[in-house]
């Protein structure tokens, strides 16, 4: 399950479940669920935590660098 922290509450959610790779691609904030004035609530797909607290709780959990924008990637 791909996930990221907030960048306004800091919470930890999934890309699938929000406007992440709009944002993403737009260069906006990256946000939760509740957080996107789009949506405008949570999901309850899973209980809304801190990114503080599910690293904490998942300690093998990996922050994921998503590539920037534009930036080539090479097959091979």
């Known amino acids: 399950m791909p996930l990221f ?3 306004q509450c800091h919470c930890v959610d ?4 929000t406007n992440f790779w709009q944002a993403h691609i737009e ?3 990256q946000l939760c669920s509740a957080c996107d004035p789009e949506i405008g609530k949570w999901h309850d797909k899973f209980p ?5 607290e599910y690293t904490e709780k998942y300690p093998k959990a990996r922050k ?3 590539p920037a924008k534009g930036a080539a990637q090479s097959r091979g």
């Open 5 to 7: 922290e907030c960048e």
């Open 14 to 17: 999934n890309t699938a479940l």
């Open 27 to 29: 260069e906006k904030p």
């Open 48 to 52: 809304r935590i801190p990114a503080a």
């Open 64 to 66: 994921v660098e998503y």
